[in-house]
């Protein structure tokens, strides 16, 4: 009886496969509102038919499969049938230029992917599985970030994959233009809808992978061609779908719509029929809104107009409202009328600059005839308003020659006004960027970074509280009528008790400068001030951004471009070109050496401020950096995770300059926990 009951299930079983294997497996879907597809990790289909495989989530994957599985062989003699597929996908990342990372269409012998990581695995494999050829995995990768473990092609390419991502074609991402036969690149991560077709060749063993703007049609050469027998490969049956992951740059990753046929060319899809992305910014205002409505009111007002008006708006333009908290600021509080005579009116013609906090303007006090810089807040809140001028008037106490003193404040209409005393030179970039016109000698230069060294030092150690300045960059450092060097700008500063820890847990600063531990954990300590400060020491020395986007490749990090000179015993040669002869050789190595170990990836390794003032003056001496971690062979796999990730997500194949040398293990600890 059991012997029946097995056999008539093998025959129903064989009866079945057959039939599947006869039907030529056919879908298209122009939008996904009622696809019954099998979908994990972040996957979803919007309420308009979107498919969504990631969302702004970091370091996770999401799959989407066809539920049905299809019969790719010829029962016959065992060869993978022909097949075609086209899609139309985007990659909307959160910051432009920074993305992770990327979209995978997938064949694989199971719906979804188990085990499989995000980030450079984009959802595929994971370490173990990575090159095994038992797993018989097909996938057409869209990557936006590069990994020279993985491909030799740039960050920006599509490839063939077959059992790992290692790449067995490639190309840059673009297409050939039919008329004229030339190629023009694509940037898979510009947001824009681009469309992919995928062709196999069951007859002439050969796939190819062709890639166009959306609108534009299949152009007629393919942008990647791999000649390759895919039958060992290949089980009986496989799933199709789609793969894509995350890493530590926030990322959406969308298909719009999807075709795909067996034994014959995949349908056209219908691209009027496709959902729209998401809205990316703000919703347009109308021209009625910007044009018209204003020369309306502008009429209206012209009209409306009088001396009567005229004098009690007057009245009104000085009107502030002081409450009773606010008595105890009495000394910090200047009048905005002052304010106001002061920069005569807040023209633009007393306009010193412009930055992410507010506009400042030059301006004299119409009573002590003081020279001072007014920066303009907008503050509507009046949330934590009170929090906010009491941790203002406290720094307003600081009293440092290397610090720019923040005389006091105005609130006034949901404004915040804060008063400085006014550098004439102005900040300390304008000297080292973008061919200056005065040129700093090296002299000059050491004295500012002695003085902001020693004006850091007072805020961490000599004041009654610890002050954590959070934003040390050559920008936020003034020079004075005597070209002395004040750190400035305390927007970002937050202050604690000594013997405390800080309890902020915001991951605030300028790109280049943040250390490692705080864009894990979004604590600002005095060693993150530290590791700002090494950048801000190697600028300085170097004349150049800590990070250049459009620097070549093994000059992209600034960090790592002079740990390449001093693995090299040559890192004099880091110096900025425009000391010319004039400078202390010996100064300057030190300099550039102090840097590398202020951006050391260890906080503990970092010396405190305190020790970096000692080696400057030259009290003490800089220990061999060959001992303390910055060498080849100190770069641990701690160190090295995140790396990857955080450099890869630049504009450039960055991630090859670092992930191939171990030399550069500075720049690697220096990024190191980026995620």
């Not at 299930?9 to 039907?23: A, D």
């Not at 062989?73 to 022909?82: C, E, F, I, P, Y």
């Not at 491909?151 to 190309?171: M, P, Q, R, T, Y």
Request: proline residues 4%.
């Amino acid at each position: 009886m059991v012997y029946r009951l097995e056999l008539g299930l093998f025959l129903f079983v064989s009866l079945l496969f057959t039939w599947v294997r006869s039907e030529d497996v056919s879908l298209t879907y122009n939008g996904f509102g009622s696809a019954n597809l099998s979908l994990d990790g972040l996957a979803q289909i919007s309420s308009n038919g979107l498919l969504e495989l990631t969302n702004w989530t970091t370091q996770r994957t999401g799959h989407a499969f066809y539920p049905n599985p299809v019969p790719f062989k010829n029962s016959t003699n065992g060869t993978v049938l022909s097949f075609s597929t086209t899609f139309v996908f985007a990659i909307i990342p959160q910051y432009p230029a920074l993305s992770g990372h990327g979209i995978a269409f997938v064949i694989a012998p199971t719906r979804g992917l188990p085990g499989a990581l995000p980030s450079q695995y984009i959802g595929l494999f994971n370490e173990t599985t990575n090159g095994n050829y038992t797993n018989h995995v097909v996938a057409v990768e869209l990557d936006t970030i590069f990994s020279s473990e993985f491909s030799d092609i740039n960050d920006n390419h599509v490839g063939i994959d077959i059992n790992g991502l290692k790449s067995e074609a490639a190309g840059t991402a673009g297409y050939y233009d039919d008329k004229t036969g030339r190629f023009s690149n694509l940037t898979l991560i510009d947001t824009k809808r681009m469309q992919v077709w995928v062709d196999y060749d069951g007859e002439n063993k050969g796939m190819s992978v062709t890639l166009a703007p959306f609108n534009v049609g299949k152009p007629k050469t393919p942008l990647v061609s791999l000649t390759r027998d895919l039958s060992p490969i290949f089980n009986d049956v496989m799933y199709v779908g789609f793969s894509s992951a995350t890493g530590s740059v926030l990322t959406s990753h969308y298909v719009l719509g999807w075709s795909f046929k067996l034994n014959g060319q995949a349908q056209d899809l219908d691209l009027s029929q496709l959902p729209k992305l998401p809205r990316i910014g703000g919703k347009k205002t109308s021209r009625f809104l910007t044009i018209g409505l204003p020369v309306i009111l502008i009429s209206l007002v012209s009209v409306a107009i009088s001396s009567a008006i005229y004098v009690i708006r007057r009245k009104r333009k000085f009107a502030e409202v002081l409450e009773d908290w606010e008595l105890d600021y009495g000394p910090h509080r200047f009048k905005f009328k002052d304010l106001y005579v002061a920069t005569k009116g807040f023209r633009d013609k007393e306009l010193l600059g412009v930055g992410g906090f507010g506009r400042v303007y030059r301006g004299v006090l119409p009573t002590t005839k003081a020279e001072i810089a007014v920066k303009r807040i907008s503050h509507e809140s009046r949330q934590g308003m009170r929090e906010f001028v009491a941790e203002i008037v406290s720094i307003g106490r600081l009293r440092h020659r290397n610090i720019v003193t923040l005389l006091g404040y105005c609130r006034r209409r949901g404004e915040l006004l804060l008063v400085y005393d006014c550098m004439p030179n102005g900040s300390l970039d304008k000297y080292l960027y973008d061919q200056p016109k005065v040129r700093l000698n090296w002299n000059q230069r050491f004295k500012i970074i002695k003085g902001v060294a020693s004006g850091l030092f007072y805020l961490h150690e000599e004041w009654e509280q610890v002050v954590i300045h959070r934003d040390v960059k050559a920008s936020n450092v003034l020079l004075d009528g005597e070209m002395n060097g004040r750190l400035g700008d305390f927007g970002l500063a937050r202050l604690y008790d000594h013997g405390t820890d800080p309890q902020t847990t915001h991951v605030v600063g300028t790109l280049g400068y943040l250390a490692p531990e705080h864009t894990r954990t979004g604590k600002a300590t005095t060693s993150t001030d530290v590791f700002a400060f090494g950048a801000f020491l190697l600028e300085v020395a170097c004349g150049r951004r800590p990070i250049e986007p459009q620097a070549p490749t093994e000059d992209l990090i600034l960090v790592d471009w002079v740990f390449s000179y001093w693995i090299r015993s040559e890192i004099i040669e880091a110096r900025d070109p425009n000391l010319g002869t004039d400078y202390v050789a010996g100064e300057v190595e030190m300099v550039m050496k102090l840097g590398l170990l202020c951006s050391h990836s260890d906080p503990f390794a970092r010396p405190s401020m305190r020790q970096v003032v000692q080696y400057l003056e030259g009290d003490v001496a800089l220990p061999d950096l060959s001992y303390i971690g910055l060498s080849p062979s100190g770069l641990t796999s701690a160190n090295r995770e995140g790396f990857d990730d955080f450099a890869m997500s630049y504009p450039s194949s960055l991630g090859k300059s670092f992930t191939q040398s171990q030399s550069s293990s500075v720049a690697a600890s220096l990024l190191s926990g980026a995620r």
